[in-house]
């Protein structure tokens, strides 16, 4: 393994010090919600003691003090990305930000008999949203298929996209089976075919890559503060500055309205201001702030260098087990996820639980990938930046025990 400061890093979350069930917690979770370091939880605790108070509406001192924190964290975001503050819009999750472009800019930039693409792959969170707006809109969804090996067949891209191709909207690692996606690629065609916008779905992406909004090229990037070690109810929608501009906001009300008149239409405040209409969670957005500080303070390079190897490390070990099950690819991103044998997903996550293992089952919100490989649900573990070879052997000794349960 690299030089990484593993124990000083789990030292700082303090739920891993968590026993379940008379074990030491091991946690695989962080795909569905990441645990969160004392200075995201510190720092929300120190605001509502000696900070709080509304934001843009006061010119008292706490107001401008609150108002200062929140567009500094915004500031903070933008260069994590590679952006500019006027293109970082605060929103409470990835489901949000996708659905506030498919409100804004899709019913009133797309048309009868236009297209989008999406993919297989997809989170119900870009599927959904797509599907209510080509029935309301009278358009067409093509989906990119997937492959056996749990990537996307590219090929297919490029016959799918035409001159009424108006949107890819497509994840950057899949949700179920840590696939990359070539975005690079997948831009590149896209861009050659036609003036297609491309939104990428990042929820896992920012936490497993370092992400550059500049050389993607991408118009939209949109991820959850929970994944990426801030608190809920927090997340990013980034759009190109000329492309916020033009959209209407879509939730409406106060502190976005620069004149509202009773005969007249209102008219709106700048982006991305715009889009932000009712009170934020505060809090929240400067916990986000912290744990974007505390993952540049450890270094991005080495946070994913770590999880890489702690990930061929994982596969190595998982299959070795009899009758496992692994799907995705070869190289794969932060997600394992597998069945054993013919055994319910279900039952399994139980089963772990009673050794203090926690896991996600199910569908994962990605139904047209249970259907694809023909389960109803698979098991996954995920990695994060605090995971390490102990929990990895924890759940290779777990699976064991617990096959050898139902075994009998």
């Not at 393994?1 to 303090?14: Q, T």
């Not at 008379?22 to 200075?39: G, R, V």
């Not at 609150?66 to 590679?82: D, H």
């Not at 013919?342 to 990938?369: E, F, K, V, W």
Request: charged residues 20%.
């Amino acid at each position: 393994m690299i030089i990484y400061p593993i124990e000083k890093i789990r030292s700082d979350f303090p739920i891993l010090n968590r026993m379940i069930n008379k074990y030491p917690l091991t946690y695989l979770d962080s795909a569905a919600s990441a645990q969160k370091p004392n200075i995201v939880i510190d720092s929300q605790t120190h605001y509502y003691r000696n900070e709080y108070a509304a934001v843009h509406r006061g010119t008292h001192t706490l107001s401008t003090e609150s108002t200062n924190q929140m567009e500094t964290v915004r500031l903070r975001i933008a260069n994590f990305i590679n952006a500019s503050k006027e293109e970082i819009v605060f929103v409470k999750s990835t489901t949000e930000a996708i659905n506030l472009i498919a409100n804004s800019w899709g019913h009133n930039f797309i048309n009868y008999g236009d297209n989008i693409i999406i993919s297989e792959m997809e989170h119900h969170a870009n599927i959904v949203p797509w599907q209510v707006l080509s029935k309301h809109k009278k358009i067409v969804l093509h989906y990119i298929p997937l492959t056996p090996n749990g990537t996307l067949d590219i090929s297919r891209l490029s016959k799918l996209i035409n001159h009424r191709t108006r949107l890819l909207s497509i994840s950057h690692i899949s949700n179920v089976l840590g696939t990359i996606n070539p975005l690079t690629e997948i831009i590149s065609i896209a861009r050659k075919k036609s003036d297609t916008l491309i939104l990428i779905d990042g929820a896992q992406g920012i936490v497993h890559q370092l992400v550059d909004v500049q050389k993607l090229d991408c118009d939209f990037y949109v991820f959850s503060g929970h994944k990426i070690y801030g608190p809920s109810g927090t997340g990013i929608m980034y759009g190109k500055k000329e492309l916020l501009q033009k959209m209407p906001p879509w939730i409406v009300g106060g502190g976005i309205v620069r004149n509202v008149s009773l005969i007249k239409d209102a008219t709106f405040i700048d982006s991305p201001w715009k889009f932000e209409s009712g009170s934020p969670n505060i809090s929240g957005i400067i916990g986000l702030g912290n744990a974007i500080e505390y993952i540049n303070t450890i270094g991005i390079d080495k946070i994913y260098n770590y999880e890489d190897q702690l990930m061929r490390y994982a596969v190595g070990i998982l299959k070795k087990i009899p009758n496992i099950v692994l799907y995705g690819p070869s190289t794969r991103v932060g997600i394992i996820a597998f069945n054993l044998g013919i055994h319910h997903s279900y039952d399994i996550g139980m089963l772990l639980n009673q050794y203090g293992i926690a896991i996600r089952t199910g569908h994962h919100c990605a139904i047209p990938i249970m259907n694809y490989f023909k389960v109803p649900g698979m098991c996954r573990a995920s990695l994060a930046m605090y995971t390490n070879k102990e929990d990895i052997d924890r759940l290779a000794h777990g699976l064991i025990k617990v096959q050898h349960l139902l075994n009998q």
